[in-house]
T-cell receptor, first 113, second 109 residues
Framework: EADIYQTPRYLVIGTGKKITLECSQTMGHDKMYWYQQDPGMELHLIHYSYGVNSTEKGDLSSESTVSRIRTEHFPLTLESARPSHTSQYLC????????????FGPGTRLTVL | RKEVEQDPGPFNVPEGATVAFNCTYSNSASQSFFWYRQDCRKEPKLLMSVYSSGNEDGRFTAQLNRASQYISLLIRDSKLSDSATYLCVVKSNTGKLIFGQGTTLQVKP
């Protein structure tokens, strides 16, 4: 089993609230990622980080922001949640190398009412 | 056009059947290739990497055709536990993973 954790697993929240989705890994991986996945659809990369103090936006535009102050921790924040943010958010990490596996956390299923 | 294309299925097969999934990718500069498995409402997990020479892992065989930009996965002697969505994944020349929509397999008793 991969040592990558996400909390909360499920979140139902009202419009306009600020939320932070937590992701942490104990594998010492430099590379971390956030993906968004709607039911039956492909994963889309929304943020990634190649190390402490490094963050980049992914291929899918997102109103969320991320930070990477510690190697093991990569939280995602939405300042003002809206119904269009309803989705599953998956965090992943990997070590360098072309064929190194990306390990995924269990995901946070977010519903904004 | 999507960067990674898969037939979403579902593929409904009886136990013991052989089933093949195909995937095409658009970026000829893609570096490496994978099949991930995703169970319903769970996170994706690596099934196998796909090497240029083709590779096998038990009942699973993966092949890559760079000239045609095509990847395949063959599952022999299907088990009930093989029921899942199989994601074709391509690592781009920028190092990011691009996921296909997935092909759903249902193995029936």
């Amino acid at each position: 089993e991969a040592d990558i954790y996400q909390t909360p697993r499920y979140l139902v929240i009202g419009t306009g609230k600020k939320i932070t989705l937590e992701c942490s890994q104990t594998m010492g991986h430099d590379k971390m990622y956030w993906y968004q996945q709607d039911p039956g659809m492909e994963l889309h990369l929304i943020h990634y980080s190649y190390g402490v103090n490094s963050t980049e936006k992914g291929d899918l535009s997102s109103e969320s922001t991320v930070s990477r102050i510690r190697t093991e921790h990569f939280p995602l924040t939405l300042e003002s949640a809206r119904p269009s943010h309803t989705s599953q958010y998956l965090c992943a990490s990997s070590s360098p190398g072309d064929y190194n596996e990306q390990f995924f956390g269990p995901g946070t299923r977010l519903t904004v009412l | 056009r999507k960067e990674v294309e898969q037939d979403p299925g579902p593929f409904n097969v009886p136990e013991g059947a052989t089933v093949a999934f195909n995937c095409t990718y658009s970026n000829s500069a893609s570096q490496s290739f994978f099949w991930y498995r995703q169970d319903c409402r769970k996170e994706p997990k690596l099934l196998m990497s796909v090497y240029s020479s083709g590779n096998e892992d038990g009942r699973f065989t993966a092949q890559l055709n760079r000239a045609s930009q095509y990847i395949s996965l063959l599952i022999r002697d299907s088990k009930l536990s093989d029921s899942a969505t199989y994601l074709c994944v391509v690592k781009s020349n920028t190092g990011k993973l691009i996921f296909g929509q997935g092909t759903t397999l249902q193995v029936k008793p």
